[in-house]
């Protein structure tokens, strides 16, 4: 079974543009999270998406948001870039039943924000 | 406010060494996850604990999760080079949905 995939796996924009970035979970998986993983910050929630409906929003800007698709493919968009928003961005997706909170990783797309 | 504190936050061992790496909290977790993370890729999932008290290993890795569902702590027998990666504990509140609380992680090198 493929796993997570993730594109593009590298980006350069510059402050004040915007970024797009996909995902595309596990086959069957139905729940698709976000995360963005700086060297500070460490791994930080951004939000979780299942059948096509945002469940849970982590603590950052309007600037960031994202949507899925009836495949469950995920799209994350950010706007206005600033230089802060230069991360590793992880998608996981998750079956999306149970109590088993694991979920599984693609290999993230590195945003470098100049 | 870090959720999981995470020590060591570096680990650098000769191989054939035994380390231990803790993961605390004051909160209690659904569910526990530590995941293995190489430069340049996304974190792989190396083993869930649900209950508390219990115990997983998985070959010369051992995992242990609190009691009180407020900590764990990994334990590697005989460290290699191939161990060598950024160690992260994640773990779900319960009133959080299925969004994962990380620890800020530890590095860990071990050499030849």
């Known amino acids: ?114 | 406010t870090q959720l999981l504190e995470q020590s060591p936050q570096f680990l650098s061992i000769q191989e054939g060494e035994n380390l231990t790496v803790y993961c605390n909290s004051s909160s209690v977790f659904s569910s526990l996850q530590w995941y293995r993370q190489e430069p340049g890729e996304g974190p792989v999932l190396l083993v869930t604990v649900v209950t508390g008290g219990e115990v997983k290993k998985l070959k010369r890795l051992t995992f242990q999760f609190g009691d009180a569902r407020k900590d764990s702590s990994l334990h590697i027998t005989a460290a290699q080079p191939g161990d060598t990666g950024l160690y992260l504990c994640a773990g779900a509140l319960s009133n959080s949905g299925y969004a994962l609380n990380f620890g800020k992680g530890t590095s860990l090198l071990v050499t030849p």
């Open chain 1, 1 to 114: 079974k493929a796993g997570v995939t993730q594109t593009p796996r590298y980006l350069i924009k510059t402050r004040g543009q915007q970024v797009t970035l996909s995902c595309s979970p596990i086959s069957g998986h139905r729940s698709v999270s976000w995360y963005q993983q700086t060297p500070g910050q460490g791994l930080q929630f951004l939000f979780e998406y299942f059948s096509e409906t945002q469940r849970n929003k982590g603590n950052f800007p309007g600037r960031f948001s994202g949507r899925q698709f009836s495949n469950s493919r995920s799209e994350m968009n950010v706007s206005t870039l600033e230089l802060g928003d230069s991360a590793l961005y992880l998608c996981a997706s998750r079956w999306g039943q149970g109590i088993v909170h694991e979920q599984f990783f693609g290999p993230g797309t590195r945003l470098t924000v100049l």
